[in-house]
């Protein structure tokens, strides 16, 4: 082979330079990282290369000879920077004259060389297919020159340093196969005196490499990534589907196999049929080389859960989105459990049954609605007025035949606290439609049924047994106004609270099964651990009530005169025991203050004879008592006797101005008082009159009532009895 003349050496140089330059190009954003994405372990491959010294360099072999090297060459990518590859390097170079008829001794100096170097390469992938890159490589190698003698005769042998440079221009059929096209400039310089070899080479050879390693194209590499351990789920119930949206279902361990980390990791848990998408459970952000982290699983359920019955068994999906190698791949394992219908529940948590109490069932509501329309006229405004609505639906619901009956299968006493008993509980439209349930269905329609009227709810759990609470709205100190009996109403934090046993429903009356709900929550209220008690509203926070399909229930309300005539018998009875209470306070006490309290509680009950009477022996006991003097005028204005009640209003406005106290609050009730019996007997002008005066003195309660002002009475049809009389209390 020639020298390589300057024309063949600038090109070979033009195109190493255009290798170089390839492996610094980079993709453009928002491409796929080939290099991350598509590296190897190691790979090892062999390389055939024609080589000539360059003459324009200063080597000169004096002679025309043939060269080729045949080598091996492995290389393992650095881990966190695949593009950087060391590598090693063995091969044998063979140098062979060719005859000459000048110098027929040139092949003296035939020879054959083995080496080994070591270097670093760097390779760019500008795709799955092509690469380009460089490397550098130092090494040693030992010539053999067999026709040459030496003083001993036998053949010469010499050692020599290399150092190379080369390029690649590659093209990767495969992921495994990588077929490369290599120029290379190499320096040798001998250790002995033979210098003739001396100098740059020029070569240019083909390589094919063989890259140990899973295509990551290849399905079988997407599942070596991750690995599930202990997936665990609980059974779930359809009740508690809004509980699962932000409390576990379960777990899942994942571990990273790779020896790279895992980026971005997203978790999702489905199951088809039954949600709309996959339920994200949790965002990683990595996982190292063999590191494991245990992610919590979460479900968000559509509205097909509450369509099956009994228990299903499902098999739902467990995936993982994550980066591996700049490439987003995916990975998912089954999980299986049981699903148990709307009806169905454990008791391992109490609170678990306000998902039961279907507040929004319109059916619910309309037939409250209608107990109140059918109670209206005999409803009395100075009694607790949620008191009334549940004795009012206390008595709907035993008209229609609502009655108590102990769960044959499974009674609460023996769910109770045991999650691995599965119970069942009664929507309230179900327990309707059946007119039978136990304490737990019983105690969900009833409090289904307040709550849909606006009264906050609450429930109570003892061993065996749950039963129903309600709220009167009353502060604590006012217990007397809702029963005499301090027991019979529950403080929770200065709020008098009823407690119903409503399982009494069609046995006894709804003041029994009150009391029993007292006697009830006291038998427990001092053992540690034995009473629960839970508000509704507080969780439905957490057990949102369960999806229903609203329907016409197709229910019976009952007789009306039925309802009423039991609703009217258990308002009597607990009027007149507040009433009885507080008229035997007062005569045990005998003085003008209790009597007027008694009375100001019987015209709030609207009994105005016993008012009346409980006044006037206040007035008995003083004749100059203002307070109960009005409220007697009180009595008559309510009664329509309007001359007698100005009779009284007016003297005791004497009696006020006679002291000056006419800037008290008492003063400024009384000309209200006044001023609305004028307007009442359609004295306008006299109405308008009291009305200034009261204005002059406290505008506010003036502008309250501006309607009495109306010098003409145009508005007295409209306002005709509107708003309250004023009681004047000690």
């Known amino acids: 082979m020639k020298l390589l003349n300057a024309n063949r050496v600038s090109f070979f140089i033009i195109l190493f330079l255009s290798c170089i330059?390839?492996?610094?190009?980079?993709?453009?954003?928002?491409?796929?990282?080939?290099?991350?994405?598509?590296?190897?372990?190691?790979?090892?491959?062999?390389?055939?290369?024609?080589?000539?010294?360059?003459?324009?360099?200063?080597?000169d072999y004096k002679g025309d000879f043939s060269q080729v090297d045949f080598s091996v060459v492995g290389r393992v990518p650095l881990p966190s920077i695949p593009q950087l590859q060391p590598q090693a390097r063995i091969g044998i170079f063979m140098n062979q004259a060719q005859y000459s008829a000048a110098d027929p001794d040139l092949d003296n100096f035939d020879y054959t060389r083995l080496f080994f170097t070591a270097g670093l390469a760097y390779q760019h992938k500008l795709s799955k297919q092509a690469e380009l890159g460089a490397d550098v490589e130092l090494g040693i190698g030992y010539s053999v020159f067999p026709n040459l003698d030496q003083v001993s005769g036998e053949a010469h042998g010499a050692a020599d340093l290399q150092v190379s440079a080369g390029g690649t221009a590659a093209f990767n059929p495969s992921y495994n196969i990588s077929l490369q096209l290599r120029p290379s400039i190499r320096y040798n310089r001998s250790f002995s005196p033979l210098k003739r070899f001396n100098g740059f080479i020029f070569g240019i050879g083909i390589r094919a490499d063989y890259r140990f390693g899973i295509d990551p194209d290849d399905p079988a590499a997407d599942i070596r990534s991750i690995e599930f351990k202990d997936i665990r789920i609980s059974d779930m119930f359809a009740a508690m589907q809004s509980y699962y949206v932000d409390h576990p279902v379960g777990e899942v361990v994942l571990t990273n196999t790779e020896k790279y980390p895992l980026t971005n990791l997203k978790v999702t848990f489905d199951q088809a049929g039954f949600m709309d998408v996959a339920t994200p459970t949790a965002d990683v952000p990595d996982i190292g080389p063999g590191e494991s982290i245990t992610v919590p699983l979460y479900a968000v359920f559509n509205k097909e859960i509450f369509s099956m019955s009994g228990v299903t068994p499902l098999t739902g999906k467990v995936s993982v989105e994550y980066t591996l190698r700049s490439r987003t791949v995916s990975q998912s394992g089954p999980i299986s459990y049981d699903l148990y219908d709307k009806n169905s529940l454990t008791w391992d948590d109490d609170r678990k049954v306000?998902?039961?109490?279907?507040?929004?069932?319109?059916?619910?509501?309309?037939?409250?609605?209608?107990?109140?329309?059918?109670?209206?006229?005999?409803?009395?405004?100075?009694?607790s007025e949620a008191v009334q609505t549940a004795m009012q639906i206390y008595y709907g619901l035993t008209e229609i035949g609502c009655i108590y009956q102990r769960d044959p299968t499974l009674s609460f006493e023996d769910a109770q606290g045991n999650d691995l008993v599965i119970d069942s509980v009664n929507l309230p439209r179900d327990t309707l439609k059946k007119l039978s349930g136990d304490c737990d269905d019983l105690t969900v329609l009833f409090n289904s049924l307040l709550e849909s009227s606006g009264i906050e709810t609450a429930f109570v759990t003892v061993p065996g047994h749950i039963y129903s609470m309600f709220s009167t709205g009353l502060p604590a100190k006012d217990y007397r106004l809702i029963n005499p009996d301090k027991s019979m109403t529950i403080n929770l934090d200065g709020t008098l609270w009823v407690p119903v046993e409503i399982t009494f429903i069609g046995e006894d009356d709804f003041q029994t099964a009150w009391r029993s709900g007292s006697e009830e929550f006291a038998r427990f209220i001092d053992?540690?651990?034995?009473?629960?008690?839970?508000?509704?509203?507080?969780?439905?926070?957490?057990?949102?009530?369960?999806?229903?399909?609203?329907?016409?229930?197709?229910?019976?309300?009952?007789?009306?005169?039925?309802?009423?005539?039991?609703?009217?018998?258990?308002?009597?009875?607990?009027?007149?025991?507040?009433?009885?209470?507080?008229?035997?306070?007062?005569?045990?006490?005998?003085?003008?203050?209790?009597?007027?309290?008694?009375?100001?509680?019987s015209a709030r009950f609207e009994s105005y004879d016993r008012a009346e009477t409980a006044f006037n022996n206040a007035l008995a006991k003083d004749r100059n008592y203002i307070s109960a003097k009005i409220n007697l005028a009180n009595i008559y204005y309510l009664r329509e006797e309007y001359q007698n009640a100005l009779r009284l209003f007016h003297d005791a406005e004497k009696r006020f101005e006679e002291s000056g106290r006419t800037d008290s609050s008492a003063y400024s009730r009384l000309l209200l008082n006044i001023s609305k019996t004028y307007y009442e007997v359609e004295n306008y002008d006299l109405a308008d009159y009291y009305s200034e005066k009261l204005k002059n003195i406290n505008p506010a309660l003036a502008d309250k009532y501006s309607y009495l002002a109306d010098t003409r009475g145009a508005r007295a049809a409209e306002m005709k009895g509107s708003g309250e009389i004023m009681f004047i209390e000690e």
């Open 354 to 383: 306000a998902a039961f109490m279907t507040v929004g069932d319109s059916a619910l509501a309309n037939y409250t609605g209608y107990l109140k329309q059918t109670c209206k006229d005999i409803s009395n405004p100075g009694y």
């Open 527 to 601: 053992e540690d651990d034995a009473l629960g008690l839970y508000y509704t509203r507080e969780a439905q926070k957490i057990y949102r009530p369960v999806g229903f399909e609203e329907s016409d229930l197709g229910l019976q309300y009952g007789d009306r005169t039925k309802v009423v005539q039991d609703f009217r018998s258990g308002l009597e009875k607990v009027k007149n025991s507040v009433l009885d209470d507080f008229e035997l306070t007062a005569r045990e006490n005998g003085n003008k203050g209790s009597w007027n309290e008694y009375g100001i509680v």
């Open 21 to 59: 330059g390839g492996v610094f190009a980079q993709s453009t954003a928002g491409k796929v990282n080939y290099n991350t994405v598509y590296r190897f372990p190691f790979s090892i491959g062999a390389e055939y290369q024609i080589v000539s010294p360059i003459s324009m360099l200063g080597t």
